[in-house]
């Protein structure tokens, strides 16, 4: 957690660094984001989340990593008060495939894909806006331009900022186009 050392403006973001789930780009996409955060009033929340390279029937991109994203936004509204965070401005961030687990959480938020632990995991998990740069997983490969069947957009799925460059050759715009057309269909 990287609180603000000066004005804190009450909201955090959990941040969600890449490294095609196979390992963290935690510094450059994690560490310098939530110290960039927390220098203009915001708290950032660093997850390292896990990375496993097995995939999970209904949620082939990485179960694990979005079991911990939604356990880290119910232990962040959870702890809202005593990390003065409004419970009621919590986002999230991510890049590449961290930019999937930002949509993935903002579309997969009503259902825990884990047992309950404790009280925490009685708090939404459901962010209040994201921010998606550069993500990766959410275009369905051979296809003209459909979105992946795990990332469920509804009119319930949070404002979102999102980020891309045309000619990224690591994660192709058709992963930010889809996304952006399924949240317009959806209002």
Not at 73 to 80: I, M
Not at 97 to 126: E, I, K, N, W
Not at 134 to 151: A, I, M, S
């Amino acid at each position: 957690v990287y609180s603000p050392k000066g004005t804190n403006r009450g909201a955090a973001v959990v941040v969600f660094p890449g490294g095609g789930y196979n390992c963290l780009a935690i510094d450059l996409e994690g560490t310098e984001i939530c110290d960039w955060l927390a220098s203009r009033g915001i708290t950032g929340v660093l997850l390292k989340y896990r990375v496993p390279t097995l995939r999970f029937e209904g949620y082939r991109e990485s179960r694990q990593a979005l079991e911990d994203a939604q356990r880290t936004l119910g232990l962040v509204r959870f702890h809202a008060a005593k990390w003065h965070i409004d419970p009621h401005k919590i986002g999230v961030m991510g890049f590449s495939p961290g930019g999937h687990m930002a949509a993935a959480l903002s579309t997969r938020f009503d259902r825990r894909l884990y047992p309950a632990v404790d009280a925490a995991d009685q708090a939404s998990c459901r962010p209040d806006f994201a921010v998606v740069l550069y993500p990766g997983h959410l275009w369905k490969r051979g296809t003209k331009l459909e979105l992946n069947p795990n990332v469920p957009v509804t009119s319930n799925t949070p404002p979102t900022f999102i980020v891309q460059a045309e000619n990224d050759p690591v994660d192709p715009v058709e992963n930010s186009l889809v996304y952006f057309m399924a949240m317009k269909k959806a209002g």
